[in-house]
């Protein structure tokens, strides 16, 4: 006869195999979810200083932007987040290919999948690894990362891109800290 400590064993063994079969069916199931999200992204302006900081003078880009997007149907019944964020993408002569986020924003909930800001400016310095951006063209898009409650992380972007050349610098500010 078998103790019951035993069958407790058993018992648990076979639900955690129960569970992660389950889980396995969901996050295949769930890459197969249909989604259609759409997003509009327009820039504003973009003005670029120069700011002396410790004795060397580098470029910051400032970025005006009005976005909206719904996002409601990248929301499924294994979503647990958003992470929804705004990239200015440009290449250099000296670097290849360079990334920045602008902004960002986690949604938690369907509810708020939908946004709509008519005036946001970029929360993070916005600085080439050189001295200067040089004028070229950066391309601005709306990315987003969806992490579910099980499974893999899935990302995604959308198809509306804005291309818009870096200005001329503004005249330099001093001292900045």
Request: hydrophobic letters at 45%; glycine letters at 2%.
């Amino acid at each position: 006869m078998y103790t019951l400590t035993q069958r407790a064993n058993a018992l648990f063994a076979f639900v955690i195999t129960v569970l992660f079969a389950l889980f396995g069916i969901i996050s295949i199931v769930t890459l197969f979810i249909p989604s259609s999200p759409t997003a509009t992204l327009n820039i504003n302006d973009i003005q670029v200083w120069v700011y002396e900081y410790a004795s060397e003078e580098s470029e910051f880009a400032f970025v005006d932007m009005k976005l909206e997007a719904d996002l409601t149907s990248l929301f499924n019944w294994n979503t647990k987040q958003l992470f929804v964020c705004v990239i200015a993408e440009y290449n250099t002569d000296t670097h290849n290919q360079n990334q920045i986020i602008l902004w960002d924003k986690i949604i938690k909930s369907k509810e708020d999948a939908f946004i709509k800001y008519s005036d946001i400016h970029n929360v993070y310095n916005f600085v080439d690894i050189t001295s200067s951006f040089g004028q070229v063209n950066a391309t601005y898009s709306l990315h987003w990362d969806i992490m579910p409650h099980v499974g893999m992380l899935m990302n995604g972007r959308a198809e509306n891109l804005r291309v818009e050349r870096f200005p001329e610098p503004r005249q330099p500010m001093k001292n900045i800290r």
